[in-house]
């Protein structure tokens, strides 16, 4: 899979095809949500979030599979979606970043993808996630 050669002639496959699609993309973002809401580590992050999760399962899921390089079903519905700013009215610090990441990794861990995908697809969203910040620390 990791030398799978694309319509492009590329030899890299996709996040989403490493996955393994649409209903990976799912697991992980309702596996991420259900830490989230429960882990006492992401307390801070979760007190951000409304109390039902159910939009923000929807469009991170969303979000990803596009992200990851599937369909575009965010932007298909919603158009650009302009993270930054959509994360600007929520005091996002290095605390806020790390305990986003920590329920990503965990929920990586627990729905079993590929150590290799994993470090790689930990790598991409540490960047997405360190770029949400808007506070000094
Ligand atoms: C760095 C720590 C982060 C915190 C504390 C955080 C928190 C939040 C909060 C409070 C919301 C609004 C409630 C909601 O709609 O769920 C939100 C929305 C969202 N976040 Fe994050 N987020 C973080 C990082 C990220 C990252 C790394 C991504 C993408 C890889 C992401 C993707 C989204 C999306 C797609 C939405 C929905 C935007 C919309 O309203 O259309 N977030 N986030």
Redesign the pocket.
């Known amino acids: 899979m990791l030398d799978k050669i694309d319509e492009a002639g590329s030899n890299k496959a996709t996040f989403f095809e490493l996955l393994g699609g649409v209903e990976r993309v799912r697991a992980l973002v309702e596996r991420f949500y259900d830490i989230m809401d429960s882990d006492p580590k992401a307390a801070t992050?979760r007190a951000?979030?409304?109390q039902d999760?159910t939009?923000?399962r929807e469009?991170?899921f969303?979000?990803?599979t596009g992200?990851t390089g599937g369909p575009q079903l965010?932007i298909e519905r919603?158009g650009h979606?302009f993270?930054r700013r959509?994360?600007a009215p929520?005091a996002?610090g290095e605390s806020?970043?790390d305990?986003?990441?920590y329920c990503m990794v965990k929920a990586m861990q627990e729905i079993g993808i590929e150590e290799q995908v994993m470090v790689k697809l930990a790598e991409a969203?540490y960047g997405?996630?360190?770029?949400?910040?808007n506070q000094p620390a």
Do not use: C, N, T
């Open positions: 992050i951000l979030h409304p999760l939009g923000s469009k991170l969303m979000f990803l992200w965010y919603y979606p993270l959509r994360h929520f996002i806020e970043r305990q986003w990441m969203l997405v996630a360190d770029f949400m910040r």
